[in-house]
C-alpha cells in the first residue's frame, strides 16, 4: 500500500507543477499564431515605421548635422526611435486581444478553468514581448544601411534590450486593457499615454538639446534608457545620456519588473464586476 503511494505521488505532483506552465504556454503559442495570421497587420507594424524612418530622417538629414549631433545623420539617429517604435506598437496593440477575447467569451473560459490568473498575464505578456522581439529583430535587418555592424556579443546585447522593452511594455499595455472592455477607449488611452511616452525617449531629439523640463521628463521616462541602450549598441558613443550601458540595462530591467508585478496585481483584483 505504502509503495502505491510513493508510485503515485510524482503523478499528482506533475500536473501541479505543469498547471501554470503549460496553460502559459499555450497562451503564448495562441498569441503568436494569431498574430502573424493577420497578415496586413504584420506589414502594417513594419511598414508605418519604416516610412516614417525613412521621410522624417530624410527630411531632417541636413538641419540634425548642423545642431550638435557630432556629425551624425539624422537617418542613423532615428533608426533606434523607429526601432522602439515598431516594438512599442507590437508590444501594446497585441494586448487589445484581451478586450476581444472578453468579448468572444474566450476570457471566461480561462477564468473559469482550475489554473490561476496568472496563468493569464504569463501567457499574454510573454506572447506579446515575443511579438514585440521578433518584430524588432525583423526592422534590424535595415541596421547594416545605416552602418551597422553586429559582432556576436553586440547583437546579444540589443536583442536583449529590445526584449526588456517589449516585455515592460507588453506588461504595461496589459494593465490598460485588463479593465476595459472597449477597444475605442483602449485607443484613447494609448493615443493619450503612450505617444508622449515614445517622443519624450529620445526618438525624435537628443536629451542633450533638449529644454530643462524636457530633460526632466525624460530622465523620469523609462523607454528613455532602452533607446539610450540601443543607441549605444548600434553607434557607440553616440548615446545621449550620462549612464553607462549597464545602467541602462537595470532600468529596464526594474521597469520590467515592476509593470509584471502590476499586471500580476490588476489581474489578481477582485472586484464587484464580472471580468468577462
Known amino acids: 500500500m505504502a509503495a502505491t503511494r510513493t508510485a503515485t505521488l510524482p503523478a499528482t505532483l506533475a500536473p501541479a507543477s505543469a498547471g501554470t506552465l503549460l496553460p502559459s504556454l499555450s497562451l503564448w503559442w495562441r498569441e503568436v ?28 538629414g541636413t538641419s540634425f548635422r548642423s545642431s550638435g549631433a557630432g556629425g551624425q545623420h539624422y537617418l542613423n ?35 473559469v478553468a482550475p489554473v490561476s490568473r496568472s496563468v493569464i498575464v504569463l501567457g499574454k505578456v510573454l506572447g506579446g514581448a515575443t511579438l514585440a522581439t521578433l518584430q524588432g529583430m525583423i526592422f534590424l535587418v535595415f541596421a547594416p544601411a545605416v552602418g551597422v555592424h553586429f559582432t556576436f ?10 526584449f526588456l522593452v517589449a516585455f515592460s511594455l507588453t506588461a504595461l499595455g496589459f494593465i490598460i486593457a485588463w479593465p476595459m472592455d472597449s477597444s475605442q477607449a483602449f485607443h484613447a488611452i494609448i493615443n493619450l499615454f503612450l505617444i508622449p511616452l515614445w517622443l519624450l525617449s529620445g526618438s525624435l531629439f537628443p536629451l ?23 543607441r549605444s ?44
Do not use: C, H
Open 153 to 162: 556579443a553586440s547583437f546579444g546585447l540589443t536583442v536583449l534590450t529590445i
Open 33 to 60: 499564431v494569431r498574430f502573424y495570421r493577420q497578415r496586413a497587420r504584420v506589414v502594417g507594424v513594419v511598414a508605418s515605421p519604416l516610412l516614417f524612418w525613412i521621410v522624417i530622417g530624410s527630411g531632417f
Open 208 to 230: 542633450s538639446g533638449a529644454s530643462l523640463w524636457i530633460r526632466v521628463l525624460m530622465r523620469i521616462n523609462p523607454l528613455t534608457y532602452g533607446t539610450e541602450a540601443l
Open 233 to 276: 549598441l548600434l553607434f557607440p558613443g553616440s548615446a545621449s545620456t550620462d549612464l553607462s550601458l549597464s545602467s541602462n540595462f537595470a532600468v529596464m530591467a526594474l521597469f520590467s519588473l515592476i509593470m509584471f508585478a502590476l499586471s500580476f496585481l490588476v489581474a489578481n483584483r477582485r472586484s464587484t464586476k464580472p471580468a468577462a
Open 77 to 111: 539617429f532615428f533608426f533606434p526611435g523607429a526601432l522602439i517604435m515598431i516594438v512599442l506598437f507590437t508590444a501594446i496593440f497585441t494586448m487589445m486581444s484581451v478586450i476581444e477575447d472578453r468579448k468572444e467569451g474566450f476570457l471566461l473560459s480561462v477564468l
